[in-house]
Structures are given as structure tokens and as C-alpha cells.
């Protein structure tokens, strides 16, 4: 198996052909993504992870919301791996109506999301995850930090007046 190693009976990780393997509680996945394309790679894993969720727990996944996750994933690894010395860890996890995703790296630095400046080229990454988020937190770990955002999957319902 790869992944975190961690195999308590609520995670959800990858057998060696990148194959999920999900427990019958709450689907998670917790993967160390190493070099070559991890960015894509990380994607790719979401997209696969949500595809399984939904083909073995039933779990919705709409193309809106799978989305939103992928851009959310793509955005925080590129952090990671941007502003991160060492290793970058993703953590997915299913939970009524959400996909909460976690990065943790090594870099104790916390991030500073700016306020929101058109005027500004480039350091929107954060301030576009926080917007298409139902929740978001950074929290520093005894080793470096972990970036915590939590997608609704819901499809949005209109409101008729």
C-alpha cells in the first residue's frame, strides 16, 4: 500500500496500482505526493478518490462541486510545493455534503492571504480557495503547517421569488 501508512479504519488509501482502497465508514485518502508531476498528480488522485466515493458509497459528486475540489487541491499543492522545503502530504475526506481537503507541508511559514486587490498580478491562489469554500483554516503543526478547506457538494438550488 502506499500512502500515509496510516491504516486506521476510517482512512481510505491507495493499493500500489493507484487503485482506492475505501473503507465502509467515512471515505479518506491520505497520499504523499513525491516528484515528477505532483500537482496533476494530486488532481488526478481527487478526481479518482471522488469517482470511487461516489461509485462504491453513493456519495453525489456533481461536476460543479468536483470542480471546485480539483481547483482547491491544484491551488493548495502548488503552494506546497512553491513555498515547502521537504514533503507535501494530501488528505481527502468525505463527511455529509462536504469534501474536506488538507495539505500539510513542511514549511512552518504561514501564508498571508491578501485581501482582494484587481489591481494586484499574481497572489490570488488563497483568496479564490477561500471564496469557493464553505470553511478554511490554517493550522501550524509541530512540523511545519497544515491548510485545511472544506468544499459543499450540494448543488446550489435557486430561490424563486
Given at each position: 500500500?502506499?500512502?500515509?501508512?496510516?491504516?486506521?479504519?476510517?482512512?481510505?488509501?491507495?493499493?500500489?496500482?493507484?487503485?482506492?482502497?475505501?473503507?465502509?465508514?467515512?471515505?479518506?485518502?491520505?497520499?504523499?505526493?513525491?516528484?515528477?508531476?505532483?500537482?496533476?498528480?494530486?488532481?488526478?488522485?481527487?478526481?479518482?478518490?471522488?469517482?470511487?466515493?461516489?461509485?462504491?458509497?453513493?456519495?453525489?459528486?456533481?461536476?460543479?462541486?468536483?470542480?471546485?475540489?480539483?481547483?482547491?487541491?491544484?491551488?493548495?499543492?502548488?503552494?506546497?510545493?512553491?513555498?515547502?522545503?521537504?514533503?507535501?502530504?494530501?488528505?481527502?475526506?468525505?463527511?455529509?455534503?462536504?469534501?474536506?481537503?488538507?495539505?500539510?507541508?513542511?514549511?512552518?511559514?504561514?501564508?498571508?492571504?491578501?485581501?482582494?486587490?484587481?489591481?494586484?498580478?499574481?497572489?490570488?491562489?488563497?483568496?479564490?480557495?477561500?471564496?469557493?469554500?464553505?470553511?478554511?483554516?490554517?493550522?501550524?503543526?509541530?512540523?511545519?503547517?497544515?491548510?485545511?478547506?472544506?468544499?459543499?457538494?450540494?448543488?446550489?438550488?435557486a430561490v424563486l421569488s
Amino acid at each position: 500500500m502506499s500512502g500515509s501508512g496510516d491504516t486506521g479504519a476510517d482512512r481510505t488509501l491507495y493499493d500500489d496500482e493507484a487503485r482506492p482502497v475505501v473503507a465502509p465508514s467515512s471515505p479518506r485518502s491520505t497520499t504523499a505526493l513525491g516528484e515528477g508531476r505532483p500537482i496533476a498528480d494530486a488532481r488526478d488522485l481527487a478526481r479518482r478518490f471522488l469517482t470511487e466515493t461516489q461509485d462504491v458509497h453513493g456519495f453525489p459528486a456533481p461536476p460543479r462541486a468536483v470542480g471546485i475540489v480539483l481547483l482547491v487541491v491544484s491551488e493548495l499543492v502548488t503552494n506546497a510545493y512553491k513555498y515547502a522545503p521537504g514533503p507535501c502530504l494530501l488528505d481527502l475526506k468525505v463527511a455529509p455534503g462536504t469534501v474536506e481537503i488538507s495539505v500539510w507541508d513542511s514549511e512552518p511559514t504561514v501564508p498571508v492571504v491578501h485581501p482582494a486587490d484587481p489591481g494586484r498580478v499574481g497572489q490570488h491562489g488563497l483568496e479564490i480557495v477561500r471564496s469557493l469554500c464553505r470553511s478554511f483554516e490554517i493550522r501550524r503543526e509541530p512540523v511545519g503547517k497544515r491548510v485545511i478547506a472544506t468544499v459543499a457538494i450540494e448543488e446550489p438550488t435557486a430561490v424563486l421569488s
